[in-house]
């Protein structure tokens, strides 16, 4: 049995969030349906995504890095979110072994995100059913789009190309070969989960920075005087200005 599933780079994502707008953008007009945004650009927004980028500062200054952490559903090979389905909406189809939701079947009892030990479910708002990421299904598999376009469409957005995909139960497949040179891992595998999507790790690096790095070349107040600073006692605005 094949086993889609998306391998991510961790060396080469910058956190663009390109893949969160164009997952957002596809699903919301194809297979998953409407995705809710409420009061995104106010107080307390709500919202359904299938990815979003977590970003994370690591080291000490002067030397500290950012390391951008894209996660979505896992598509696990032992899904805990499906047993504890009680209407069997959630199920893990066996020809690719990708993770659904039968929006006909939920209920938005939440028992599956309640499961997941990564997160990865939400409940729509609009709908009121768990929603996930789908792969883009509904468009690896359509004949009508071009043979290389059939990824998902974060995998296509992507402009470091820090998202594969592909069957990792298949040895010689571009991501499986990934996973076994660059020592691809599973997030969280204590939990016994077998998430299909694997992460690249990060090369270490060093960084040697000089003490006058951190000192702005272009500091204005190296090639000018300081500006004069008024007395104490002088009269300010308000006293010389009528409004």
Known sequence: MSQLALVIDLNVCVGCHACVTSCKEWNTSGLAGYLSDKRPYDKDPTGTFFN????????????TEMVHFPKS???CEEPPCVPVCPTGASY?????????VDYDKCIGCKYCSWACPYGARE?????KVMKKCTLCVDRIYDQ????????????????????????????????SEKIREQGG?????????????????????SLT???????RADNPLKKEEQLPQPDFDDPSLDDVTSW
């Open 209 to 215: 920075i000089h003490h006058d790095e951190l000192v």
């Open 144 to 175: 009508s789009i071009v043979e290389d376009e059939r990824k998902p469409s974060c995998v296509l957005s992507c402009p470091t190309s820090a998202r594969l995909f592909g069957d990792v139960h298949d040895p010689d497949s571009d991501v």
């Open 185 to 205: 891992y599973q997030l969280m595998p204590e939990w016994g989960t077998k998430p299909a999507n694997h992460y690249l790790p990060r090369r270490k690096t």
């Open 73 to 75: 559903c896992l598509h």
């Open 92 to 100: 893990k189809r066996e020809e690719d072994g990708i993770v659904l």
């Open 123 to 127: 409940l729509d708002e609009h709908q």
């Open 52 to 63: 979003r980028v977590q970003s994370f500062e690591i080291g000490q200054f002067p030397k």
